[in-house]
Each structure stands twice: as C-alpha cells, then as structure tokens.
C-alpha cells in the first residue's frame, strides 16, 4: 500500500511513522508512506496556501487551486485504479473499525489534513473521494485524525500483525463487540447562540473566485452582511441534514 498525506506541518509525522509497528510495515516493505507539504505547490514568492474567506469571517481557508495542483502531480504517478482522496472534516463520516477495514483493501491512499479555519469548499465539491471524520470535537488540524487513519489502517494489511494478534481485539471486525465510538477532527461544529442547536460550518470560500469554472456564490461577494448570513446559516442546516443529521436530533 502506498499512502500519500497533504499538509502544512510535516515535521509532526516524524516521531510517530518511525517507530513501533508503522515501522515494522515500512521496514517490510508493505506500506509506503509519504509526507508532502501543500507549500510545494503554492505559486508565489511568499508560498501562500490559503486566503481569508469571501463574505467575511476569522480564520484563513486553503486555496483550492493549490490543493488541486498537489492531487493533481500525486495521481500523476499512481497506475492502480485502487486509489481514493480522502478529507479529514467534521462533517465526513464518522471513522470507525469497518471503515478502516474498507481502506485497508485500497493499494492507494491520498489523505488531506488541513489546518486553519478550514477548506474552500470546492475541494470537497470537486476534488475528493469522501470526507472522514474521526469524532465531534475540535482539533487544531487534521495531522493527528491522518495520524489516527494511517495507524488503523496499516495494522490491517496482511504480514503488518500476526492474525492472532487482531482476531479478538475490541473493535475487530472479527469480535462482536459494540464500538465505543471515535476519535476527533479539524473544523469546528458550530453552535446556534439562539437554541445552541449543533451544525456543521457552514461553506466557505477564498481566492481565486473563479476556478476551472467553479465559481463562488455570489452572495458572498456582495458585501450585504445580512444576506451573508442569512446564507450561510441556510447552507450550514443543509450540510448538517445531508451529512450529519444526528446532530439536530
């Protein structure tokens, strides 16, 4: 298997992939993981990665223009069509033992971890796979959840462990037992100040404003801040219902 991760910090991956089992398999040759910095692919002199986001707001997003530039040159060098982009975002599915057995079938994983307040949401429109979540908490990026997959994942592809040594462990697909639930991720899910009603963040937006066609809505570039929010409070009780309709319950 080979595993590719996209983020802006990877000195943090240094400690964790150099020693115990995730060792072992890169030792044995039955995983190839590779670190890349979303920085390799910025166009300017300053390597800017993201912006601040259309319509207002905190925080800075990444760029999908530079997001798709990295995709772009990793799927360049992969021949197996066992390949899939994953998003490490709160409002993907929740990660659990039987989807890391689904990705532990895959000879290619692209996983994308970000950091700051979030993605253009054109990347996920456009530009991967599936989005995962690891739990409903907030992290500061998506480096440790890739950390998480990676871990999960690698532990699984035949000759990493003996058999025996997962038949019976707690969350094996082989042990009915009930799992107690995951982990945590990257973005916020935002709070309602009227009725403290969970949501996903809403979508969000920065430079370029128009990208292969994918343009920004153009609410956000209006600079009526009460439409702004109307909108955005609409597309995050849409996002929540599609992707995460538990929260609401």
Known sequence: MKIDILTLFPDMFTGPFDASMLKKAKDMQLVEIN?????DWATDKHKSVDDRPFGGGKGMILRVDVVDA?????????????????????????YNQERAGEMAKLNHLI???????GFDERISEHLVDEEISIGDYVLTGGEIPAMVIVDSVVRLIPGVLDE?????????TNYHATPVLPLGTGQAVRSSSSSEQ????????????VYKNWKVPEVLLSGNHKEIEKYR?????????KFRPDLLK
């Open 35 to 39: 670190i890349h910095n979303l920085r």
């Open 70 to 94: 990295a995709l772009e040159s990793l799927k360049s060098k992969v021949t197996s069509n066992k390949s899939k982009v994953f998003l490490l975002s709160p409002q993907g599915k929740i």
């Open 198 to 209: 969970k949501l996903l963040d809403y979508p969000q937006y920065t430079k370029p404003e």
């Open 111 to 117: 996983l994308i971890a970000g950091h700051y307040e």
């Open 164 to 172: 025996d040594a997962t038949l019976y462990e707690s969350f094996s």
């Open 233 to 241: 409070r609409k597309k995050a009780l849409e996002k929540t219902m």
